[in-house]
Nanobody, 124 residues
């Protein structure tokens, strides 16, 4: 089992930045892929970004590319999502997730482990 706990959400104005953290615990912490997803009210869970266990490969949704950066520190068992130039449409609950699969990283169904989510609200 892998346990995930997100933190760092909050209320910011458009154009500002936030950094989300995802603290992981449990088995084989350094060999999983970590993903970030978000879910706005009335919408499905949307892929945001994912990163390989080594940290050398990362993937982004087109909507956040160039503004968000995913990273991880395996020594600390923690992943991060740096969000810059935030927009009101980025408002959502953000979830981190973990999988030991290396394919379909954009699909939430590929991730068996999830955090509880953290709210990000961007005002205009």
């Amino acid at each position: 089992q892998v346990q995930l706990v997100e933190s760092g959400g909050g209320l910011v104005q458009a154009g500002e930045s936030l950094r989300l953290s995802c603290a992981a615990s449990g088995r084989i912490l350094s060999t999983y892929y970590m993903g970030w997803f978000r879910q706005a009210p009335g919408k499905g869970r949307e892929f945001v970004a994912a990163i390989a266990w080594s940290g050398t490969s990362s993937y982004y949704a087109d909507s956040v590319k160039g503004r968000f950066t995913i990273s991880r520190d395996n020594a600390k068992n923690t992943g991060y999502l740096q969000m810059n130039s935030l927009k009101p449409e980025d408002t959502a609950v953000y979830y981190c997730a973990a999988t030991f699969q290396h394919y379909a990283l954009h699909s939430p169904t590929n991730y068996p482990y999830w955090g509880q989510g953290t709210q990000v609200t961007v005002s205009s």
